[in-house]
């Protein structure tokens, strides 16, 4: 139990639904982030929240779509994705202020994407 | 461009050591990291080095060379439970973290 939680941890979706994922942190951090892991490949660090604004947005496609509502809660909204973008969706907080990363990340256990 | 380099997997045999090596090259360094990931699991932290040296922690010892852009993790008495990958990570000069793509590493009774 790392005290970040995400749910569901599987989900399988049509390249024509809207899904989302949730995440919710239990640690009192202020920092939020999505990161996408593909197999073999580093992990890629989608959207950054400090103290709920958006800070970061790595060239990520808008059919992403990030929330979040206070700083204890981040959601990832999904809508016409494509087969390639089939990954584990990890959640991560950490206790960071203006910096990017200024400690070490506490990962939730991620959300396995299938998009068909 | 940045990287990270790690092997991709290895195997090593319950009880011995296994050393997995890192190395990097990027715009600037603030630190790096350690995380071990258990397959289906959250990445968990494991160290933090940013000075040159070794640092020990139980069976798991961490070795950063910031003149050679290398770092390792080591570790001892070698476990089953120690089966799962294996992520470094750097911190560059923007305060980014750069991940290399992990490594496997495999247990064998």
């Known amino acids: 139990e790392t005290g970040v939680t995400q749910t569901p941890r599987h989900l399988v979706m049509g390249m024509t639904n809207k899904k989302s994922l949730k995440c919710e942190q239990h640690l009192g951090h202020n920092a939020m982030y999505w990161y996408k892991q593909s197999a073999k490949k580093p992990l890629e660090l989608m959207f950054v929240y400090n103290f709920k604004e958006q800070t970061e947005n790595n060239s990520v496609p808008s059919r992403f779509s990030p929330e979040c509502p206070n700083s204890s809660h981040l959601f990832l909204h999904l809508h016409t994705l494509q087969p390639e973008d089939s990954a584990l969706y990890l959640c991560a907080s950490s206790q960071a202020g203006t910096e990017i990363v200024t400690g070490e990340l506490f990962f939730g256990e991620g959300s396995r994407l299938t998009v068909l | 461009g940045q990287n990270i380099d790690q092997p991709t997997e290895m195997t090593a045999t319950e009880g011995a050591i296994v050393q997995i090596n890192c190395t990097y090259q990027?715009?600037?360094?603030?630190?790096l990291f350690w995380y071990q990931q258990h397959a289906g699991e959250a990445p968990t932290f494991l160290s933090y080095?940013?000075l040159d040296g070794l640092e020990e922690k139980g069976r798991f010892s961490s070795f950063l060379s910031r003149s050679k852009g290398y770092s390792y993790l080591l570790l001892k008495e070698l476990q089953m439970k120690d089966s799962a990958s294996y992520l470094c990570?750097?911190?560059?000069?923007?305060?980014?973290?750069?991940w290399g793509a992990g490594t496997k590493l495999i247990i064998k009774p």
């Open positions: 080095n940013v």
């Open positions: 990027t715009s600037g360094f603030n630190g």
């Open positions: 990570a750097v911190v560059d000069s923007n305060y980014q973290l750069i």
